[in-house]
């Protein structure tokens, strides 16, 4: 086990350095950072300066080596758009961002475990076959546009009146396709503070509405996914020997599934679930866009489009390790699930 | 698509329960939302739109802009030309800084060297001699030269708080330098006279501010007592947030929305014809053919102005035939887009191009508004004389780099002269380059006529405003006979506002609401 981690670690590490390097390699790729940090009309000659100042002039060698010397001390630079090391801008955002992607990981959870064994177990139902078209659609609308789409819905609210309104009936079914809005569209209001830069949506209603409309634009893309993966394995393990064996020895058809079924169908949603929650960190560049959600991927287009070179090698680097401890903790999970599994790789 | 609406609906009736009732304020917060938030605190360390709009929020300048271009007196009450090269000015008295601090002559003086050290500031402020404090509240700005401009310039000026912003850190570090890299005392802290003070920041996320309880201007009918501003870039998500309520004052208003914005009967829209230049550079070092002017003549006929600023730009852009806007003093009136398809295709048989060459052209895709459609629908109407030109468009962060490298014989580029003078668009787009004196640093055609710049040295010498004018006029007309480059169009400004709030009298060309003097109607 420690020996597991310990190879772990300097994954980590393989992974952070050679992140940094493909980082720098490409910033020459990226924009010069000065032309964003003047005033269009400010003479070639404060730009050379501020250019040499920031050291830009170096060759790639030696600043890729100044900036290596540097991180092997947890100093990863300064941010040229913050004014702060980007350490502290990245630890600022990323509550934000983790607290969006665990809402959708939680919204993912409750509802792609009683679909999807809901429609493995009652695949011929209309409902199981309504499930799995709107999975369809749902896969294949981009994350943008849901937003948007649940923005107008929600948040600004429409209204329609293809039914005369003036009757009772027409009036009715008018308010059943018309919303009102008045959830937020954008931002995380005011959430409260916790503590250091963990600020939080989960203590009062108020702060949880803020939640609602970018956990699902975010949810909306894992949850086909996460559904179809359940459905599939349920049918699977549904057809196989030992399940047929219980059944003729009249176990009781809800133990079936739920007890001997559920637990070897959830051993690789586990493992692919682990690895897309960990992509899900990545997806939330797009929907913390729309919604103007104050957390990383927001931070990271924003230092893109203001070329802020320390800050993008950074989040890269620390992007890299999430997908590392991800993985980590989802092999350390599926060992408990399933004790043939052997961390260290010796057979059991 | 009915049971999912009904579904929807549902869902959404659901949620709405749990949303709690936003609470009253007991009194007026305007929520105004940007496409982005002041990258510092600091209004000298970046010249640059964001900057200018929380300087006049949070400071006020000794003149400033009306709607009409004349200057209104702040914290400069009156001026006086002593002699060709000194004004002198009155300020006002009784002010008092944030901090408490009273504000005096030696601010100003103060003020004037800090933007002298300031490297995006210090070419506007080269101008400047010295500053002399008479007394208590008259300063001496002493010129170089005549200076037709200086109070233009002094739009520039906000005095800072010289006490507050002297002295060193607890890290012994002045507290008034300027850092563009890195932190400073007066990226954090702030300390003006304006309408409002900063009470919270977190960057990229919001800035918090207050109405100034001691305000000098006691006359002005602003009511808004909280100013929260949220940076939100996404135009679709900007938009969502005013018509969903959820802030009350929006800038910019994408185009493609203006029509959204103006059909909902709870939000209202402002727009006005601005003075931001769109102009395409054509390069005579990099073609030989653009050395002959009669082809660059035949590029301004081939290319429709005012097809452009109606059709792709939806109306939402005044057409151009010259770099100044109506109502500066260089505007000609006597000149108009000239397209002129047939009279193109002559010039370029007579120029000995009747079969046309190929050329490549880059422009910006998220700077100006529809810069990518724009070149590509300037490309398709050269294709009309034969041009055939070879197109990329890139993001604005890599395509300055390319505009100073003069990577394309065709380059697109927007200005608006700091000045809200004629002779700044001449200096940096048509003057010939000069690259000891900066002169012409963003003339990407390489055009130049030594007898329009003589001509341009002689207005920035001269006092009496009427002669000025004639001259910047004869320039625009020189450059228009050249065909010097191909003008577009100025680029409209529009905000939108919740119907409460009164935008309308404090919205300027210059794109600084005066906020201080909002009305919220209650």
Redesign the interface.
């Known amino acids: 086990m420690i020996a597991f981690l310990i190879k772990r670690l300097f994954h980590a590490l393989l992974v952070m350095f050679v992140i940094s390097l493909i980082a720098f390699a490409i910033q020459d790729?990226?924009?010069?950072p000065v032309?964003?940090?003047?005033?269009?009309?400010?003479?070639?000659?404060?730009r050379a300066?501020?250019r040499e100042?920031?050291g830009l002039n170096d060759p790639f060698l030696v600043q890729y080596l100044r900036f290596a010397v540097n991180a092997t001390q947890f100093d990863f630079g300064?941010s040229?758009?913050?004014?702060?090391p980007t350490t502290q801008v990245i630890l600022?955002h990323l509550p934000a961002t983790l607290e969006l992607v665990f809402a959708s990981t939680l919204l993912i959870i409750l509802l792609s475990v009683p679909i999807g064994v809901y429609s493995a177990i009652k695949p011929r139902a209309w409902l199981s076959r309504f499930f799995m078209g709107?999975s369809i659609v749902g896969i294949s609308i981009p994350v943008f546009l849901t937003a948007?789409v649940l923005?107008?819905?929600?948040?600004?609210?429409i209204s329609w009146s293809p039914f005369p309104a003036d009757t009772s009936w027409g009036g009715w079914l008018n308010g059943?396709?018309?919303?009102?809005?008045?959830?937020?569209?954008?931002?995380r209001g005011n959430p409260e503070h916790v503590f250091g830069t963990w600020y939080t949506n989960f203590t009062s209603?108020?702060g949880?509405?803020y939640l609602?409309l970018p956990a699902i634009s975010l949810a909306s893309i894992m949850l086909p996914l996460f559904i179809r993966l359940i459905r599939a394995e349920m049918l699977e393990v549904l057809q196989s020997e030992y399940v047929k064996f219980a059944r003729a020895k009249g176990i009781s058809m809800r133990r079936i599934y739920f007890v001997h079924a559920l637990k070897n169908t959830m051993l690789p949603v586990i493992t692919v679930g682990g690895v897309q929650i960990g992509t899900l960190v990545a997806y939330t560049i797009l929907t913390e866009?729309?919604?103007?959600w104050?957390g990383m991927g927001?931070?990271f287009?924003?230092a893109?489009?203001?070329?802020d070179i320390p800050l993008i090698v950074t989040y890269l680097m620390i992007v890299g390790v999430i997908f590392v401890v991800t993985n980590t903790v989802v092999d350390l999970i599926y060992g408990l699930v399933n004790p043939t599994v052997k961390l260290t790789g010796k057979p059991a | 698509m009915?049971k999912?609406?009904?579904l929807?609906?549902?869902f959404?009736?659901a949620?709405?329960t749990?949303?709690?009732p936003q609470a009253a304020l007991a009194d007026n917060t305007l929520r105004m939302?940007y496409d982005a938030d002041p990258?510092?605190l600091d209004i000298h360390e970046?010249?640059?739109g964001g900057i200018l709009q929380l300087s006049h929020m949070v400071f006020d300048p000794l003149v400033r802009w009306t709607k009409d271009y004349q200057f209104e007196p702040r914290l400069a009450t009156e001026w006086e030309q002593v002699d060709d090269t000194t004004l002198r000015i009155k300020l006002r008295e009784g002010v008092k800084f944030h901090s408490g601090n009273d504000f005096t002559a030696k601010d100003v003086a103060w003020t004037i060297e800090r933007l002298q050290r300031s490297?995006?500031f210090?070419?506007?402020f080269e101008t400047i001699d010295s500053v002399n404090v008479v007394d208590d509240h008259t300063v001496e700005i002493v010129t170089k030269q005549p200076d037709p401009l200086l109070l233009n310039i002094a739009t520039y000026i906000f005095p800072m708080d010289s006490e507050f912003y002297s002295g060193e850190t607890d890290s012994g570090k002045a507290k008034d330098e300027i850092?563009?890299?890195?932190?400073?005392y007066a990226?954090?802290h702030v300390s003006g006279t304006g309408p409002f003070k900063v009470t919270g920041r977190?960057?990229?996320?919001?800035v918090e501010f207050e109405r100034f309880a001691d305000y000098w201007d006691t006359e002005s009918p602003g009511n808004v007592d909280h100013i929260v501003l949220?940076?939100?870039?996404?135009n679709?998500?900007r938009v969502?947030?005013l018509?969903?309520g959820?802030v009350d004052f929006i800038a910019p208003v994408p185009p493609n929305d203006l029509e959204r914005v103006e059909a909902d009967p709870d939000a209202k829209l402002v727009t006005m014809s601005g003075t931001r230049i769109i102009l395409l550079h054509m390069n005579q070092e990099r073609v030989e053919a653009f050395k002959d002017a009669r082809v660059r003549q035949a590029f301004t006929y081939a290319i429709n102005q005012e097809g452009i600023a109606s059709r792709l730009m939806k109306g939402f852009a005044t057409p151009a035939a010259q770099l100044s806007p109506e109502g500066y003093a260089g505007h000609n009136p006597d000149l108009t887009p000239r397209y002129d398809l047939e009279k193109a295709k002559e010039l370029m048989a007579e120029a000995g191009y009747e079969d046309g060459f190929s050329i490549t052209m880059m422009a910006p895709n998220?700077r100006y508004v529809n810069d990518a459609k724009i070149a590509q629908a300037v490309a398709a109407m050269l294709a009309k004389i034969n041009v055939r030109v070879d197109l990329k468009t890139l993001?604005?962060?890599?395509y300055?780099?390319e505009y100073?490298n003069r990577a394309a014989d065709m380059m697109l580029i927007g200005?608006h002269a700091?000045t809200e003078d004629s002779a700044?668009f001449f200096q940096?787009l048509t003057e010939c380059p000069n690259?000891e004196t900066?002169a012409g640093?963003?003339n990407a055609g390489n055009y130049c006529n030594p007898e329009l710049d003589k001509l341009l040295e002689q207005a920035n010498l001269e006092l009496d405003k009427d002669k000025r004018a004639d001259m910047l006029q004869q320039i625009e007309q020189g450059l228009y006979d050249d065909a010097a480059f191909v003008p577009l169009h100025w680029q409209d400004l529009a905000w939108a506002s919740a119907n409460n709030a009164d935008i309308e009298p404090i919205l300027n060309v210059m794109n600084f609401p005066y906020l201080g003097d909002l009305v919220i109607e209650e």
Do not use: C
């Open positions: 790729n990226l924009g010069d032309q964003q940090m003047v005033g269009q009309s400010v003479p070639e000659s404060e300066a501020l100042e920031l300064y040229y758009v913050f004014h702060e600022r709107v948007i923005i107008q819905l929600f948040a600004i609210g059943l396709i018309s919303t009102e809005g008045g959830l937020p569209a954008y931002g209603l108020k949880l509405t609602i866009t729309v919604f103007q104050p927001l931070m287009l924003d893109i489009n203001r070329s | 009915f999912k609406t009904l929807a609906s549902a959404g009736a949620m709405l749990a949303a709690l939302a990258v510092s970046q010249l640059s490297g995006d210090k070419a506007i850092v563009k890299n890195g932190n400073s990226s954090t977190q960057q990229g996320v919001k949220t940076p939100i870039n996404e679709a998500t969502s947030a018509l969903s959820d998220n993001p604005k962060a890599q300055w780099g100073d200005w700091d700044n940096y690259a900066g640093q963003y």
